[in-house]
């Protein structure tokens, strides 16, 4: 329900009303605005200056003074016309005063009140109320109770969730019952004694008939409590079958790690750039870790299988990455940049026998003053300038 309102003159009025859809698909109101019209008059100036407001306020004029300009434009003529009236009176008597020794200051005084006259012109105000609203949808909840059961529905899937959780720790308790009991008889039979496995398989049967009877309908809570107790006594047994599983493999791992840097230490044209004492200690260090996985792997072959291991897998991953840590660095060291030539200054070039007789010639010097040749030189069809 919109309202009560109540218009300020009694009249009719325009009611603006805001509609909406919520995410459920209902309509509702959202806001409602009485919007009212009035009339006020806004005084305006008649001079000169006041002609930018006059512009402005005949922008703002409504209908009805549009309606009514042809009166009003009469009755403003009739204004003019007695105007000019008492301006023409004014100016005779200004004449007349002049004559009989008056100041003209008084006549423009007069005529300057007359242009200052004030005139009001009639402009639309708009006035917005709020409305009060009272929602009420037919045939829908109220509030309290649309809240309530929204309540109750995140209550209900609370617990929804809470028993699917539930029925999921309960199958894994009965899934690691049958898995575990046809394990120990196979891929498990040789990590285990005889009396452990019996022991286990009695408590894995106790825990499957529990299932079936007082745990049928038991909480999160006491599925999983179960679990961890029958763990205690099956990841030990899974543990050994892992443990053999993967010794193999992380023993091959540091044996290829011995040979690749013991080899590359003991080789003499492609490492021959690094010092003889690090290359020692390569083969030391390789030595040491090969001796260490010797010991190690006769201790636990001498163990049966159902025994803890001596020696776990990552032991020997932890030895393979200290060996490599230790030789990485030393064997890939780079080879030196090799040392450049001295560079040769250019040879001067002898002169030859004819420029140095030239020369000799320029200088005025006789062939008995020149220097005697260090080699023979075929030299005799050359005649010198003395000479001739």
């Known amino acids: 329900m919109i309202g009560p309102f109540q218009t300020s003159k009694g009249e009719k009025a325009k009611l603006k009303v805001r509609v909406q859809l919520d995410k459920h698909g209902i309509v509702f109101v959202d806001s409602a605005t009485m919007i009212e019209e009035e009339e006020i008059e806004v005084p305006v100036s008649s001079g000169k200056e006041g002609s930018k407001e006059d512009k402005e306020t005949a922008a703002m004029e409504t209908d009805d003074a549009q309606n009514n300009g042809a009166s009003a434009a009469g009755d403003n003529a009739d204004v003019n016309m007695q105007d000019a009236k008492s301006a023409a009176g004014t100016a005779t008597a200004g004449t007349s005063g002049a004559e009989n020794g008056f100041p003209e200051a008084e006549d423009k005084a007069a005529q300057m009140e007359t242009d200052a006259k004030v005139k009001t012109v009639r402009k639309k105000k708009v006035k917005k109320t709020e409305v009060p609203i009272n929602e009420k949808i037919f045939g829908a909840l109220p509030r309290a109770d649309l809240q309530k059961a929204t309540d109750e529905e995140f209550e209900m899937a609370l617990q929804d969730r809470v028993m699917e959780e539930t029925k999921e720790k309960k199958n894994a308790v009965e899934a690691y019952v049958y898995d575990m009991r046809n394990k120990l008889y196979e891929k498990y039979q040789a990590y285990v004694t ?16 529990w299932l079936y009877d007082e745990g049928e309908d038991e909480t999160k809570g006491v599925y999983i409590a179960k679990l961890e107790e029958l763990k205690k006594f099956g990841d030990p047994i899974e543990e050994r079958y892992k443990e053999d599983m993967e010794r193999g493999r992380s023993i091959d791992e540091l044996m290829y790690c011995i040979n690749s840097y013991r080899t590359a230490a003991l ?18 260090e ?38 490599d840590r230790f030789c990485r660095p030393i064997m890939t060291k780079p080879r030196p940049a090799p040392a450049k030539p001295p560079t040769q200054s250019p040879t001067q070039p002898q002169p030859s026998a004819e420029a140095q007789a ?29 000479s001739e």
């Open 286 to 323: 390789c030595s040491e870790a090969e001796t260490w996985l010797s010991d190690k792997k006769q201790q636990q072959d001498s163990l049966p299988k159902h025994a803890n291991p001596l020696v776990l897998v990552a032991d020997i991953r932890r030895k393979t990455e200290t060996l």
């Open 194 to 209: 005889e009396s452990q496995r019996e022991e286990l398989t009695l408590k894995l049967q106790t825990v499957e008939d």
């Open 267 to 284: 080789s003499k044209d492609k490492y021959d750039h690094i010092d003889i004492a690090d290359k020692q200690k390569v083969v030391s």
């Open 358 to 386: 030239n020369e000799n010639a320029t200088n005025g010097a006789t062939p008995e003053d020149q220097a005697p040749p260090a080699e023979p030189m075929e030299t005799d069809n050359i005649q010198t300038p003395e």
